[in-house]
């Protein structure tokens, strides 16, 4: 519902304009919003002007004109004054507060439409009778953004959002809970590639800092052609935020697509990721690997287990990494030079950090 504060801010615009005073009562005679005191007329006979079937009336200098919105009396509006103009004046302010109202009523429509199609509350036909009636585009790319944010309880993330994506170009802002806020996000049809969708992410991101200060995460889903699949990218977009958490904690932008293994061991019951570290390690699990054993193993990932290219890197001696290896070598009995043993201790230590966010483990 239209709020009293958005009323007031219409009819002292109208009274600026015009000179005439302007009051908007409820059902019950209450005043809503005014630009002048008007204790002087009697609101028994403004809450009867309701039952009255007559869209106005006057009485004495005060003018009684409806406001309706698909054929629901919402409220009394009183324009004080003699004359014709008067009259005018409040026809003016019923017409631009029920635009308002309807404005106001189809935007609500549409951020409830969208968290219900979000989270599959939605049957088939109710999606497209819904995007019919609130003019949204059925068959448009679309792909689901999640911005998450600790100080999302004021709504700077979400006004900030709305200040650089709008409903008239195909995007929609919402939510489902404090933690995140929801942009489904429409593209052309010939420009949503990866770049593209990085691009956006990239701006958030980009925006977020330099407008508030804010270090947000961002993560999306993929590309769906048509609007009952927005659920699917938001639940691509939701696993991508928690994977993004647990393997990749370093990236402030996470996207389904690139999640690779991680997506499978994130879907692992936590069992048989149990099962899976004491086959790998046996009684020799690493409980916990210094700094510099960490950069090692991950720079010799990085590199493609090439030695050479690694000690340079690391501005180490040829012999010193080879020693770095061979210790986790004896300590684990797997050899990271072995293309093999390498690709095993590296999906261990994804699954033992996954048990971690899962449980708390000091594997």
Not at 33 to 47: E, G, K, Q, R, Y
Not at 66 to 90: F, R, S, T
Not at 108 to 115: E, V
Not at 242 to 263: H, M, N, Q, W
């Amino acid at each position: 519902m239209i709020t009293s504060q958005v009323i007031q801010t219409s009819i002292d615009e109208l009274k600026a304009i015009t000179k005439v005073d302007l009051c908007v009562y409820d059902l019950n005679g209450n005043v809503i919003a005014s630009t002048a005191d008007m204790s002087d007329l009697n609101t028994n006979l403004v809450s009867g002007f309701g039952d009255s079937p007559a869209d106005s009336q006057v009485i004495g200098a005060y003018h009684l004109l409806k406001i309706w919105d698909e054929g629901e009396l919402l409220y009394i509006l009183v324009a004080k004054g003699v004359g014709n103009d008067i009259y005018m004046v409040g026809k003016i302010a019923v017409s631009q507060i029920q635009n308002l109202a309807i404005a106001y009523k189809e935007r609500f429509d549409r951020n409830n439409f969208f968290q219900n199609l979000i989270m599959d509350n939605l049957l088939l036909v109710d999606i497209y009778n819904r995007a019919k009636k609130l003019h949204v585009e059925v068959t448009v790319p679309r792909a689901v953004y999640l911005v998450e944010t600790k100080l999302e309880k004021d709504g700077l993330v979400t006004e900030l959002l709305k200040g650089m994506f709008s409903s008239q170009a195909g995007d929609y802002i919402t939510a489902v809970d404090e933690s995140c806020v929801i942009l489904i996000k429409s593209f052309a049809q010939e420009d949503y590639s990866y770049e593209s969708l990085m691009a956006v992410a990239d701006t958030i991101v980009g925006m977020m800092n330099a407008e508030a200060m804010l270090n947000v995460r961002v993560s999306f889903g993929t590309v769906i052609q048509e609007l009952k699949d927005v659920s699917k990218s938001y639940k691509e977009a939701k696993m991508a935020l928690d994977v993004g958490k647990i393997f990749y904690a370093e990236k402030d932008i996470v996207a389904y697509s690139t999640l690779g293994i991680g997506r499978l061991i994130y879907q692992l019951p936590i069992n048989l990721c149990r099962i899976f570290v004491e086959e790998v390690f046996g009684g020799n699990v690493p409980l916990e690997l210094d700094d510099e054993t960490l950069s090692t193993i991950n720079k010799f990932f990085e590199n493609s287990l090439n030695v050479s290219e690694t000690s340079r890197q690391l501005f180490v001696h040829r012999n010193t990494l080879v020693y770095r290896i061979e210790k986790i070598q004896k300590s684990t009995g797997l050899d990271l030079r072995n293309f093999d043993d390498a690709l095993t201790f590296k999906i261990a230590m994804m699954v033992m950090n996954y048990m971690k966010y899962l449980d708390g483990l000091d594997y």
